[in-house]
């Protein structure tokens, strides 16, 4: 492996099957990384020159390899000698699990392991360990998933590869009008009818939660401050809760009638607080528009 102590220019993600190769990719993915699943190993350093020639970032590139490949072990150690020959720093993980937790995955998910072939599921798993023994023996980190949730495992990754920008959950707030129905995506929603509708305010019926004027009269009404001080905190308590659980976005629905007024200025509001607190938010207006 490479002797470098800087952060690796490549990484190659493999192990055992169903030790959690896919879910070490998609935390990769969401801490920036760019990675190639299911690549042949004799294809590694042509990713990597094709990473280098369009000014992929050299820290950010990852593959996963599998033992899908018949002369996997020997492509495999070929390729590392070729990328460490040729100056690009390699870091090897392999993900491991016991042959119990892999039996019991692959019963849940009802699908036979790859090398069974007309055997049984534990011959398979017998063989893999077999043909990926070198490969374990020279990485550079093993993870042993046995135990591991798939939010675990994000973890762990996350711990490993995050340095000082590990990802924050992305929050999109989008206002909506009730009477044309929640938002399909909402993982959480709230309710602003306790507050008066500036609908009937004549003056202020043809404006939107956008105009000083009508998000001055809602800001301004009995609750409001108290409803955006609460569920600031509340979202707070939930947004940590979401990052510890692996989750990386969250759409929150602001709801009043239209989803002209009310819902409008309280979702401009509560993204400005949320930006306040070091979120990534993105805000929206879905029925801002509409009559």
């Not at 998910?109 to 077999?130: F, K, S, Y």
């Not at 495992?153 to 711990?159: A, D």
Request: charged residues 25%.
């Amino acid at each position: 492996m490479s002797e470098s102590t800087g952060e690796p220019a490549f990484v190659l993600v493999t192990g055992m099957s169903g030790a959690g190769r896919s879910t070490a990719a998609k935390a990769l993915e969401d801490l920036g990384w760019f990675v190639i699943d299911n690549l042949p190993p004799g294809l590694l350093f042509s990713l990597a020159e094709e990473a280098g020639r369009v000014n992929l970032a050299a820290d950010k590139v990852a593959a996963v390899v599998d033992v899908r490949s018949l002369a996997f072990t020997t492509d495999l150690n070929a390729a590392i000698e070729e990328l460490d020959g040729r100056g690009v720093g390699v870091r090897v993980v392999f993900l491991e699990a016991s042959d119990d937790a892999l039996v019991r995955r692959f019963e849940n998910v009802r699908r036979p392991h790859p090398l069974q072939a007309d055997g049984r599921l534990v011959d398979g798993i017998d063989r893999e360990r077999g043909i990926l023994r070198e490969v374990r023996a020279n990485a550079d980190l093993v993870i042993d998933t046995s135990k591991l949730n798939v939010h675990e495992l994000r973890s762990k990754i996350v711990s490993f590869f995050g340095g000082e920008d590990r990802p924050g959950l992305k929050v999109n707030i989008v206002s909506f009008g009730y009477k044309y129905g929640l938002p399909v995506d909402a993982d959480l929603v709230v309710d602003c009818r306790f507050l008066p509708n500036p609908h009937w305010v004549p003056e202020l019926r043809p404006m939107s939660g956008l105009d000083a004027p009508v998000r001055e009269y809602v800001l301004g009404q009995p609750g409001a401050k108290e409803f955006l001080d609460g569920y600031e905190d509340l979202f707070g308590v939930i947004a940590a809760g979401y990052t510890r659980e692996g989750k990386s976005y969250a759409t929150l629905a602001v709801g009043c009638t239209g989803g002209r007024h009310r819902s409008v200025a309280m979702a401009e509001q509560l993204g400005g607080r949320l930006r306040e607190r070091g979120m990534e938010v993105q805000v929206s207006h879905r029925d801002v528009g509409r009559d």
